[in-house]
């Protein structure tokens, strides 16, 4: 299947291949990374493009009140993904690890034990959406029509929730499993479903924010239901067969397993819920220099999210090479895939960034029906910031990788805590507050990246998280480093 001519592959692979013409990685790693990555990629510009769109059509439809309301709930909603990615990322440990020592058998537990965890997790946030929508919204904006127009968004997507976490568990199972066509396939099946539904509620039935909502909701249900399909039957018309079969009767408390999911997901639901929840505070600062540019800042969220995929691709890529070399006892070999990895993904960052930098304006201005309603200058300039901002993430995603594969999950959430609130968001409150003006919002971008980076990357060089992988391999078998 990766031998495809997608643009997408061929555009990763041929800055793979000039780095390793270079001498700066080894070609075999280029291609390895190549067919794990970019699925993940399209994926994730399949999803993010769906979140653009879903602004975008909120936009044409109902203004820039509506696109401030969608993203004063974009906040919550991403707590779906702050709990399910992070017990994913303790699915993605032991999946691969299992995979690469051949344990199938125990691989199986720790699918349902994941699956189980999420669901117990999810429900009571999704209670809590569907119980006080309003007074969640109001928490960062005083204005009554964003309010309305985000608490109806919001306890739509209430429905969503668990199935939202449930679908990162089952594409992390599937890649630690050396398989990211599958994810690609159903995910980004799952984003272009979400644009046409959310396109006939909005504008073909006149539903507004209710409409974007309810597309992403049944969106999401397809998806897990897919995942699941997949699963038990051991693959999906199409697309290339697991290695085992996932018996949905087995059983899902598997003490021994939870924990160790828990173990190393937690830190991972604490680092991506910092960027959650310091969404709020963050979003109230923007606040403070009016609805356009509120606007403007969602907006140019949505492009950096864009942006930012290829992050999606290469660290879930150095998680499963990494991990299943650590599975094999292969220590050398996974810190060489770990560090080539890191190379190959800050060039591609770089790529993206001069790609979207060069179109930033008219990317704006797709947002909006009439662009008098909008600080175009404002949203362009953070635009730019984001392509800055960017390059640290490649360092960022990539050199977490392969201390999710081991199990040495805490400093990444480290790195993002202090980026975030030691960095990120007091530079935007003196931007907001002080003659620094909308400067602060540039260097708040800034820092949020280049800080994690800077953590991530060292605690990578350390060699530490090799030695805390041997606590969760599914044997003895370790190399000597």
């Known amino acids: 299947m990766a031998s ?39 994926t994730g510009l399949a999803r993010m493009s769906k979140n653009a769109v879903d602004v975008a059509m909120v936009g044409i439809a109902v203004g820039p009140v509506a696109i401030a309301g969608v993203g004063f709930a974009s906040p919550y909603w991403g707590l779906a993904f702050s709990l399910g990615g992070g017990l994913a990322g303790g699915t993605i440990a032991l999946v691969s690890q299992r995979y690469g020592a051949e344990a199938f058998d125990e691989l199986g537990v720790a699918v349902r034990a994941s699956a189980a965890l999420v669901v117990a997790v999810t429900i009571p946030v999704s209670a809590a959406f569907w119980l006080l929508p309003t007074e969640l919204i109001s928490v960062m904006t005083n204005d009554a029509r964003a309010i309305e127009l985000g608490g109806t968004y919001l306890k739509i997507l209430a429905f969503g929730v668990p199935f939202a976490g449930l679908n990162l568990v089952g594409s992390r199972i599937y890649i630690g499993a050396d398989d990211a066509w599958t994810p690609m396939v159903v995910r980004a099946g799952g984003a272009l479903a979400n644009i046409v539904l959310s396109a006939g509620f909005i504008f073909g039935l006149g539903m507004g924010v209710a409409g974007a909502a309810v597309g992403t909701v049944l969106s999401n249900v397809v998806v897990t239901a897919a995942f699941a399909g997949g699963l038990v039957a051991g693959r999906l018309p199409g697309t290339p067969a697991l290695p085992v079969k996932i018996d949905p009767f087995g059983t899902y408390l598997d003490g021994e397993t939870m924990r160790d999911v828990v173990k190393i997901g937690l830190p991972v639901v604490g680092r991506n819920t910092v960027w959650t929840v ?21 907006i140019a969220r949505r492009i950096w999210g864009l942006m930012n995929t290829p992050g999606w691709g290469f660290g879930l890529a150095s998680s499963s090479l990494v991990g299943q070399a650590l599975g094999d006892g292969d220590e050398r070999g996974a810190e060489s895939y770990a560090r080539d990895i890191v190379v190959f993904s800050v ?46 993430q490649g360092v960022k995603s990539a050199a977490a990788g392969p201390l999710d594969a081991s199990g040495d999950t805490r400093w990444p959430f480290y790195s993002q805590m202090v980026g975030m609130f030691c960095c990120a968001i007091p530079v935007a409150y003196l931007g907001a507050t002080t003659s620094l003006g909308l400067f602060g919002l540039y260097l708040s971008f800034l820092a949020e990246t280049t800080v994690p980076a800077a953590i991530n990357y060292y605690r990578f060089s350390t060699g530490k998280w090799k030695a805390i992988s041997r606590e969760f391999r599914p044997d003895a078998a370790v190399a000597d480093d």
């Open 4 to 42: 495809l001519p997608n643009p997408v592959r061929l555009l990763i692979l041929y800055i793979g291949l000039a780095l390793a013409r270079a001498g700066l990685v080894d070609p075999k790693h280029v291609r390895r990374t190549t067919d794990l990555a970019w699925p993940r990629i399209v």
């Open 278 to 298: 310091a969404k709020f505070p963050m979003l109230a600062i923007v606040g403070l220099f009016g609805a356009n540019v509120v606007a403007a800042y969602v």
């Open 347 to 392: 060039a591609t960052y770089v790529v993206a960034a001069i790609l979207v930098g060069a179109f930033a304006e008219p990317i704006v201005r797709s947002f909006v029906s009439d662009p008098a309603e909008l600080s175009i200058p404002v949203a362009v300039s953070l635009v730019y910031a984001a392509c800055v901002a960017t390059v640290a």
